[in-house]
C-alpha cells in the first residue's frame, strides 16, 4: 500500500514539474509585460570632470546604459565641441574661467524624454609651458605632511627632449636627514611633461644608498601637476620610493596609511641650474614615527 501512495506522489511531481516547464519563467513573462512607452526616465548621473582647465576639451556621458534612449546635451559657460553618433559622448571645450554647466536629458525608445541633469564644472586659468622652459633651479619644500619630516629642497631640471625632462634632488632631504641613509649613486630621473598641467613619473630606478654599510636600490613612481600663471612655473610631484628587493614602500609601510605619499612642492627660481643642493633640517619637533625600521 505505501508503495502506491509513493508512486502516486512520485507521478503527482512528475506532472506538476512538466506542468511548470511549459509555461513561462518570471523573467520571460516580465519581459512580455515591458512596454517602452511606459518607461519615465530620469537621468542618473553625467560621467565627466568636475575641473577642467582653460582651453582643453573633456569628453562626458551617461554612467548608465539604457536600451533604446537617446541623449540630448547643451552647455553653459563653454563650447560644445561634438556628440557621438549614439548620443552617448559629448565633447565640450573650456574657454572661459569659473564655473560652466553640462546639461543632458534622456529620451526613451517610447518617446518619453526626462528633466534636464546638470553637472558643474570649475574651469581654471591655464598658461601654457614649453617643455624647455622647465629646465633650471626648482626650490620649495619636499617630504610628508607632517611637518618634522617636511624639507625645504632644491632639484635640478635638465635634459628636455620634446615630451621629458630629468630632475635631480627629489627625495634628497628626507632620505638623508630622516631616514638616515646617504645616496652613493642615481638620484636622476626622468619625468614625461604633457601639455595639460600634469606629468607622470614612470616606475624606474632612483637612487642607490648606504645604511650601516649595506646598499639599498630605491625605485620611484609618481605624478604632477604643473602651473604657469604665477610670477614663476610651478610644481607639484606626489610619489613614492621603494626597495626593489622586497617592494618596501616609503613613507605609507614605515608611518602607516595616514603617509601615503611623499609631496614636493616647487619654484622655478629662474636660474639654469648644474647641482642639487642637499636640504637643510628643519626645526626639530616630537619623533614620528618611529626612527628607521
Excluded at 641650474?273 to 614615527?289: L, Q, R, Y
Aim: glycine share 8%.
Amino acid at each position: 500500500m505505501k508503495n502506491k501512495i509513493l508512486i502516486r506522489v512520485m507521478f503527482l511531481f512528475l506532472a506538476v514539474l512538466l506542468f511548470s516547464t511549459c509555461g513561462k519563467t518570471y523573467i520571460e513573462e516580465a519581459q512580455d509585460a515591458y512596454d517602452a512607452s511606459m518607461v519615465i526616465p530620469s537621468v542618473l548621473g553625467i560621467k565627466g570632470t568636475t575641473l577642467a582647465l582653460q582651453t582643453f576639451e573633456y569628453d562626458f556621458s551617461p554612467t548608465y546604459h539604457r536600451a533604446g534612449s537617446t541623449w540630448a546635451w547643451s552647455v553653459v559657460g563653454a563650447t560644445l565641441q561634438s556628440v557621438s553618433a549614439d548620443t552617448r559622448t559629448a565633447t565640450v571645450l573650456f574657454n572661459d574661467i569659473g564655473i560652466a554647466m553640462v546639461k543632458v536629458t534622456e529620451t526613451t525608445e517610447g518617446g518619453k524624454t526626462s528633466p534636464e541633469d546638470t553637472l558643474e564644472v570649475q574651469v581654471d586659468q591655464f598658461c601654457p609651458l614649453e617643455v624647455s622652459g622647465f629646465v633650471g633651479d626648482w626650490s620649495g619644500t619636499d617630504g610628508m605632511t607632517h611637518a618634522a619630516y617636511v624639507w625645504p629642497s632644491q632639484v635640478v631640471i635638465s635634459d628636455a627632449t620634446e615630451t621629458t625632462v630629468k630632475i635631480t634632488g627629489l627625495n634628497f632631504g628626507w632620505m638623508e636627514n630622516s631616514w638616515g641613509e646617504t645616496i652613493t649613486s642615481g638620484g636622476t630621473i626622468t619625468m614625461t611633461i604633457a601639455n595639460n598641467g600634469t606629468a607622470t613619473i614612470a616606475d624606474q630606478y632612483c637612487f642607490t644608498t648606504d645604511y650601516d654599510g649595506d646598499l639599498y636600490e630605491y625605485w620611484i613612481e609618481g605624478s604632477a601637476t604643473w602651473g604657469n600663471c604665477e610670477a614663476s612655473p610651478t610644481l607639484n610631484i606626489t610619489y613614492v620610493v621603494y626597495y626593489k628587493s622586497d617592494g618596501y614602500s616609503l613613507p605609507v609601510d614605515w608611518a602607516g596609511a595616514a603617509y601615503p605619499a611623499f609631496y614636493a612642492t616647487l619654484t622655478l627660481d629662474g636660474i639654469k641650474g648644474t647641482k642639487a643642493m642637499k636640504a637643510i633640517p628643519p626645526v626639530s619637533e616630537n619623533d614620528f614615527p618611529p626612527k628607521r625600521k
